[in-house]
């Protein structure tokens, strides 16, 4: 750079102080939040198993399988880990703009001048002539009011953002998969229940038949027990459907095309996972969502200063060196060379409250975040207990249900025992089936329910055991460099 004047020396050499400047805007601090100290509804005998893969806790290697399946080929994941492919991309082209901008050209023309133009060609000139040149140029808008560095805070918030919505759709994944196998266990064992009360009902059916034809029973009790056997026989088609329907959202979340899911251990046989625990705190830093929920809100803080700082100047250094002949030989000589330096300062002046009107835009979104983060923290609370008194609720609902069915059952016996003997209507006999048809279903759905809310508590909850699942999940093709960005 000897023969570069002072003054472009002077500005591409810019001490990085100036950088150093102090960003107008808010910096980011998190807001106060009022935690409970202890969730509404707890269980005493939780367990803080939170950092554990606890869908092996139901011994059911086909459910394990199903999970890892989704973890690797759900579309939801796959799209977002490309989201945040697409925000380390905004990142880096928001972070440039900090940097000097530093190009090269190198141009070589063949130019003809009009010979009856306005300006004569001298004597001894051809009408044609080259021109070459070669130059290096830079730019370097000087970022002393920080709008540069608060527009690389938000990008930079928003990729932590995409990346714990990504996380997120992991928590949310592995969930859905196991309620959709419960949910599939449970119908499954309900249709084994109508397939079964079914075939009771169409034996009573023949035999009603028999003894009708034979004049031993009326046409009213014949009736009746064809009614009940049909009834039975309505519920089948009911069940199948929603297993079919079932299989197909299972498919859809393991990145299949619809179609049948094999199955391991019936719901009776499934384990039971722990319950988890954990203080209320604990949801700040272990569900993803509230935590890219934060991430929104340090963007939206940011994009505060970037906005206010278009109130002050806008100062930018441009400089040029280079050459330019008319003969590729003298290109790099000294009477070739060519350069310029310029800086520039822009401030506005009126507006007409243009910038007035977008801090109070990014002002009002950051409101509008912090709210929300709040919200999304007292929901993530009710989420917990909610799933608590769930579970507690189930469990007792499930020990009634289980003592109603063995009654029933023994009602049945007792009732078939009467009619046969004389002492009572078939009406009986038909009222003791109902009932228990119908309590072996509600007893099925509440085993189910026992288990979902477990599940739900689960995720409620987040913690380790996410990042295991991540592990098996698809990444970011730029992931590695999500955290050093």
Known sequence: MRHVPASLRYALLMPAALLAACAVGPDYRRPELQAPASFRFEDKQAQDLANTPWWNQFDDDVLSELIATALR?????????????????????????????????????????????????????????????????????????GRLR??????????????????????????SVALSYVNLRSLDRQLEIANTTVASRAES???????????????????????EYEDA?????????????????????????????????????????????????????????????????????????????QYFPSISLTGLLGSASIELSDLFSGPARAWSVATSVAMPIFTAGGIAGQVEQAEAIQ??????????IQVAFQEVDDNLIGYQKARVQLDSLGRQVATLDRQVKLARARYENGY???????????????????????GALVFSSVVNLYKAMGGGWVAQADTMAPKPAAGKQVSQK
């Open 73 to 145: 080929e759900n579309r939801d994941l796959k799209i977002a880990a490309a989201r945040v492919d697409q925000f380390i991309g905004v990142l880096r082209t928001t972070r440039s703009a900090q940097y000097p901008q530093v190009s090269a050209l190198l141009n070589a023309e063949r130019l003809r001048a009009s010979e009856q133009g306005l300006t004569p060609i001298p004597n001894g000139r051809g009408a044609t002539d080259n021109l070459f040149e070669g130059s290096l140029s830079v730019s370097w808008e000087l970022d002393l009011f």
């Open 150 to 175: 608060r527009q690389t805070e938000a990008a930079r918030a928003n990729l932590l953002a995409s990346e714990e919505g990504r996380r997120a759709t992991v928590l949310s994944l592995v969930s």
């Open 205 to 227: 059916l023949r035999i009603f038949r028999r003894r009708f034809e034979g004049g031993t029973v009326s046409e009213l009790e014949l009736t009746q027990s064809q009614a």
């Open 233 to 309: 026989v309505s519920r089948v088609p009911a069940i199948e459907a929603q297993i079919g329907q079932q299989e197909d959202a299972l498919s859809i979340l393991l990145g299949r095309d619809p179609g049948p899911i094999t199955r391991g251990r019936g719901l009776d046989k499934l384990g039971l996972p722990a319950v988890p625990a954990g203080l209320p705190s604990d949801l700040l830093m272990r569900r993803p969502d509230l935590r890219q929920a934060e991430q929104n809100l340090v963007a939206a803080n940011a994009q505060i200063g970037a906005a206010r700082a």
């Open 367 to 376: 409101q509008q975040t912090l709210e929300q983060y709040r919200k999304s």
């Open 424 to 446: 009572t209507s078939y009406i009986e006999v038909l009222d003791a089936e109902r009932s228990l048809f119908n309590a072996q279903l509600s007893y099925t759905q509440t």
